[in-house]
Protein backbone atom coordinates (compact mmCIF):
# COMPACT_ATOMS: atom_id res chain seq x y z
CA UNK A 1 0.00 0.00 0.00
CA UNK A 2 1.46 3.38 -1.18
CA UNK A 3 1.93 6.27 1.42
CA UNK A 4 -0.74 8.79 -0.54
CA UNK A 5 -2.99 4.96 -0.25
CA UNK A 6 -2.64 5.06 3.23
CA UNK A 7 -3.40 8.89 3.68
CA UNK A 8 -6.42 8.43 1.73
CA UNK A 9 -7.65 5.52 3.90
CA UNK A 10 -7.17 7.56 6.96
CA UNK A 11 -8.72 10.38 5.09
CA UNK A 12 -12.46 7.96 5.36
CA UNK A 13 -11.90 6.36 8.40
CA UNK A 14 -12.05 9.61 10.36
CA UNK A 15 -14.93 10.78 7.75
CA UNK A 16 -16.74 7.62 8.56
CA UNK A 17 -16.06 7.83 12.10
CA UNK A 18 -17.55 11.74 12.43
CA UNK A 19 -20.68 10.94 10.14
CA UNK A 20 -21.48 7.60 12.48
CA UNK A 21 -21.57 10.23 15.37
CA UNK A 22 -23.34 12.59 14.34
CA UNK A 23 -25.93 9.85 13.25
CA UNK A 24 -25.03 9.92 9.89
CA UNK A 25 -24.02 7.28 7.04
CA UNK A 26 -20.77 8.04 5.88
CA UNK A 27 -21.68 7.51 2.20
CA UNK A 28 -23.52 10.66 2.53
CA UNK A 29 -20.16 12.31 2.69
CA UNK A 30 -17.94 12.65 -0.34
CA UNK A 31 -14.15 13.14 -0.38
CA UNK A 32 -12.95 15.78 -2.65
CA UNK A 33 -9.14 15.60 -2.59
CA UNK A 34 -7.42 19.15 -3.42
CA UNK A 35 -5.15 18.59 -5.71
CA UNK A 36 -4.03 22.04 -6.51
CA UNK A 37 -0.09 22.11 -6.66
CA UNK A 38 0.64 18.72 -6.95
CA UNK A 39 1.78 17.20 -10.36
CA UNK A 40 -0.61 14.46 -12.21
CA UNK A 41 1.20 11.22 -11.04
CA UNK A 42 0.52 12.48 -7.32
CA UNK A 43 -2.90 12.95 -8.46
CA UNK A 44 -2.73 9.13 -10.39
CA UNK A 45 -1.08 7.87 -7.20
CA UNK A 46 -4.85 8.76 -5.81
CA UNK A 47 -6.68 7.79 -8.66
CA UNK A 48 -4.76 3.90 -7.83
CA UNK A 49 -6.19 4.34 -4.34
CA UNK A 50 -9.66 4.42 -5.17
CA UNK A 51 -10.01 8.35 -5.12
CA UNK A 52 -12.49 9.79 -8.26
CA UNK A 53 -13.02 13.19 -6.83
CA UNK A 54 -10.84 15.97 -7.17
CA UNK A 55 -10.30 19.99 -6.49
CA UNK A 56 -8.83 22.53 -8.26
CA UNK A 57 -8.62 26.20 -7.73
CA UNK A 58 -7.23 27.44 -10.95
CA UNK A 59 -8.75 26.98 -14.21
CA UNK A 60 -5.22 27.14 -16.06
CA UNK A 61 -3.60 24.35 -13.28
CA UNK A 62 -6.26 22.42 -14.36
CA UNK A 63 -6.00 22.14 -18.00
CA UNK A 64 -2.86 21.37 -17.62
CA UNK A 65 -3.04 17.81 -16.25
CA UNK A 66 -6.61 16.86 -16.12
CA UNK A 67 -7.63 16.23 -19.42
CA UNK A 68 -5.19 13.09 -20.18
CA UNK A 69 -6.51 11.95 -16.33
CA UNK A 70 -10.42 12.04 -17.11
CA UNK A 71 -8.99 10.10 -20.56
CA UNK A 72 -7.65 7.38 -18.75
CA UNK A 73 -10.40 7.43 -15.88
CA UNK A 74 -13.30 8.24 -17.62
CA UNK A 75 -15.50 8.41 -13.99
CA UNK A 76 -12.93 10.66 -12.40
CA UNK A 77 -15.15 13.94 -10.53
CA UNK A 78 -13.78 17.45 -11.46
CA UNK A 79 -14.32 20.33 -8.85
CA UNK A 80 -13.44 24.05 -9.29
CA UNK A 81 -13.00 25.37 -5.85
CA UNK A 82 -10.96 28.54 -6.25
CA UNK A 83 -12.64 31.93 -7.41
CA UNK A 84 -13.68 32.39 -11.21
CA UNK A 85 -13.17 35.06 -13.47
CA UNK A 86 -15.41 35.76 -16.10
CA UNK A 87 -12.74 35.39 -18.72
CA UNK A 88 -12.15 31.71 -17.71
CA UNK A 89 -16.10 30.55 -17.51
CA UNK A 90 -16.24 29.26 -20.77
CA UNK A 91 -12.61 26.62 -20.04
CA UNK A 92 -14.05 26.10 -16.26
CA UNK A 93 -17.69 24.84 -18.26
CA UNK A 94 -15.48 22.79 -20.71
CA UNK A 95 -13.55 20.83 -18.24
CA UNK A 96 -15.64 21.05 -14.95
CA UNK A 97 -17.80 18.63 -13.66
CA UNK A 98 -18.91 20.99 -10.47
CA UNK A 99 -18.50 24.54 -10.42
CA UNK A 100 -18.02 25.51 -6.03
CA UNK A 101 -17.06 29.08 -6.56
CA UNK A 102 -20.36 30.95 -7.87
CA UNK A 103 -20.02 34.17 -5.73
CA UNK A 104 -21.20 37.15 -8.23
CA UNK A 105 -24.00 37.82 -10.82
CA UNK A 106 -21.29 38.22 -13.12
CA UNK A 107 -20.29 34.94 -12.81
CA UNK A 108 -23.53 33.62 -12.56
CA UNK A 109 -24.11 35.31 -16.55
CA UNK A 110 -21.10 34.18 -17.76
CA UNK A 111 -21.53 30.32 -16.32
CA UNK A 112 -25.02 30.54 -17.66
CA UNK A 113 -23.64 31.88 -21.43
CA UNK A 114 -21.25 29.32 -21.79
CA UNK A 115 -23.58 26.40 -20.78
CA UNK A 116 -25.70 27.24 -23.30
CA UNK A 117 -23.26 27.64 -25.92
CA UNK A 118 -21.42 24.16 -24.96
CA UNK A 119 -24.36 22.07 -23.97
CA UNK A 120 -22.74 21.25 -20.66
CA UNK A 121 -23.94 22.07 -17.15
CA UNK A 122 -21.98 21.47 -14.45
CA UNK A 123 -23.78 21.58 -10.81
CA UNK A 124 -23.19 24.63 -9.16
CA UNK A 125 -22.55 26.03 -5.58
CA UNK A 126 -22.64 29.35 -3.90
CA UNK A 127 -19.64 30.51 -2.05
CA UNK A 128 -21.26 32.15 0.97
CA UNK A 129 -18.79 34.77 3.15
CA UNK A 130 -20.00 33.47 6.49
CA UNK A 131 -17.63 35.61 8.24
CA UNK A 132 -18.34 38.69 6.21
CA UNK A 133 -14.20 39.32 5.30
CA UNK A 134 -13.50 42.09 3.55
CA UNK A 135 -10.64 40.39 0.80
CA UNK A 136 -12.32 36.92 0.38
CA UNK A 137 -14.71 35.95 -1.88
CA UNK A 138 -18.15 34.67 -1.14
CA UNK A 139 -22.39 36.14 -1.13
CA UNK A 140 -22.65 37.72 2.20
CA UNK A 141 -25.52 36.29 4.11
CA UNK A 142 -27.95 38.59 3.96
CA UNK A 143 -27.78 38.44 0.19
CA UNK A 144 -27.47 34.96 -0.39
CA UNK A 145 -31.52 34.01 -1.00
CA UNK A 146 -32.09 36.84 -3.41
CA UNK A 147 -28.66 35.75 -5.27
CA UNK A 148 -29.80 31.69 -5.17
CA UNK A 149 -33.60 32.89 -6.67
CA UNK A 150 -31.37 34.79 -9.54
CA UNK A 151 -29.11 31.96 -10.22
CA UNK A 152 -31.86 29.68 -10.59
CA UNK A 153 -34.48 31.62 -12.01
CA UNK A 154 -32.60 34.76 -14.25
CA UNK A 155 -29.36 32.86 -15.36
CA UNK A 156 -31.29 29.42 -14.68
CA UNK A 157 -28.20 27.26 -13.67
CA UNK A 158 -28.08 24.13 -11.81
CA UNK A 159 -27.73 25.61 -8.37
CA UNK A 160 -27.21 22.15 -6.33
CA UNK A 161 -25.86 23.96 -3.06
CA UNK A 162 -23.32 25.88 -0.94
CA UNK A 163 -20.18 25.92 0.11
CA UNK A 164 -18.15 28.33 2.06
CA UNK A 165 -14.09 28.84 4.01
CA UNK A 166 -14.94 29.91 7.67
CA UNK A 167 -12.21 33.01 8.57
CA UNK A 168 -9.02 31.06 9.89
CA UNK A 169 -8.94 32.55 13.04
CA UNK A 170 -12.94 31.65 14.27
CA UNK A 171 -14.33 28.70 15.36
CA UNK A 172 -15.26 26.76 12.20
CA UNK A 173 -18.65 24.85 13.74
CA UNK A 174 -20.27 28.33 13.97
CA UNK A 175 -19.51 29.02 10.16
CA UNK A 176 -20.74 25.32 9.58
CA UNK A 177 -23.99 25.38 11.42
CA UNK A 178 -24.75 28.69 9.66
CA UNK A 179 -24.30 27.25 6.26
CA UNK A 180 -26.14 23.79 6.94
CA UNK A 181 -28.96 26.38 7.86
CA UNK A 182 -28.77 28.54 4.95
CA UNK A 183 -28.98 25.68 2.42
CA UNK A 184 -31.77 23.70 4.07
CA UNK A 185 -33.68 27.36 3.84
CA UNK A 186 -32.79 27.22 -0.02
CA UNK A 187 -33.68 23.70 -0.57
CA UNK A 188 -30.46 23.19 -1.54
CA UNK A 189 -29.04 19.41 -0.65
CA UNK A 190 -25.29 20.24 -0.98
CA UNK A 191 -22.88 21.45 1.50
CA UNK A 192 -19.24 21.45 1.09
CA UNK A 193 -17.69 22.83 3.62
CA UNK A 194 -14.69 21.33 5.67
CA UNK A 195 -10.77 21.65 5.00
CA UNK A 196 -7.97 19.45 6.40
CA UNK A 197 -7.76 20.79 9.64
CA UNK A 198 -11.42 20.72 10.32
CA UNK A 199 -13.45 18.42 8.01
CA UNK A 200 -14.25 15.84 11.10
CA UNK A 201 -16.28 19.13 12.52
CA UNK A 202 -17.91 19.63 9.27
CA UNK A 203 -19.21 16.23 8.39
CA UNK A 204 -20.79 16.27 12.23
CA UNK A 205 -22.51 19.08 11.04
CA UNK A 206 -24.24 18.07 8.19
CA UNK A 207 -20.99 18.13 5.17
CA UNK A 208 -22.16 16.49 2.28
CA UNK A 209 -18.93 17.16 0.98
CA UNK A 210 -15.24 17.87 2.20
CA UNK A 211 -12.54 19.27 0.63
CA UNK A 212 -9.05 17.86 1.54
CA UNK A 213 -5.45 18.79 0.34
CA UNK A 214 -3.14 19.10 2.89
CA UNK A 215 -4.07 15.71 4.70
CA UNK A 216 -4.03 13.73 1.52
CA UNK A 217 -0.90 15.27 -0.71
CA UNK A 218 1.06 16.20 1.86
CA UNK A 219 2.90 19.90 2.03
CA UNK A 220 2.13 21.74 -0.87
CA UNK A 221 4.72 22.31 -3.91
CA UNK A 222 7.21 25.74 -2.13
CA UNK A 223 7.41 27.39 -5.35
CA UNK A 224 3.36 27.74 -5.77
CA UNK A 225 1.43 30.56 -4.50
CA UNK A 226 -2.45 30.54 -2.74
CA UNK A 227 -4.71 33.22 -1.16
CA UNK A 228 -5.05 32.27 1.97
CA UNK A 229 -8.66 31.87 1.44
CA UNK A 230 -8.40 28.76 -0.57
CA UNK A 231 -6.13 25.96 1.61
CA UNK A 232 -7.10 22.69 1.83
Known sequence: MSAGADRLAEV??????????????PAAVTLVAVSKTHGADMVREMLDAGQRVFGENRVQEAEGKFPALKTEYPDLELHLIGPLQTNKARDAVALFDVIQSVDRERIAAALAKEMDRLGRRPACYIQVNTGEEP?????????????????????????????????????????????????????LAGISMGMSADYETAVRLGATHVR???????????LATSSPETHA
Open 212 to 222: VGSALFGARAP
Open 135 to 187: QKAGVLPTDLDAFVATCRDTHKLPVVGLMCIPPVDEEPALHFALLAKMAARNG
Open 12 to 25: HRRIAAAARGAGRD
